[in-house]
């Protein structure tokens, strides 16, 4: 019989823009940016066209604030 895996509570999204004041001051352009390097570093194709970064900054503040 195999040990049962340890249950987790989820961490994000860390908030709901919805009923938040003000925005996220850690979104910024430069953690998006940050994270295309992370990409590309990792042998993907670099982030250079104004529509994958668009679509690279929705899916991360997606996740961050919104949820799956």
């Known amino acids: 019989m195999t040990a049962p895996m340890p249950k987790f ?3 994000y999204p860390v ?3 919805n ?3 003000a925005p996220d001051s850690r979104f910024t352009s430069l953690l998006v940016q ?3 390097a992370v990409l590309e570093r990792h042998g993907y194709p670099p982030v250079m066209a104004g529509a994958d970064y668009s679509a690279l900054s929705m899916h991360l503040l997606r996740f ?4 799956r």
């Open 64 to 67: 961050c604030h919104l949820g």
């Open 19 to 21: 009923t938040e004041n």
């Open 15 to 17: 908030g709901d823009m």
């Open 9 to 11: 509570t989820p961490v």
């Open 34 to 36: 940050d994270v295309a």
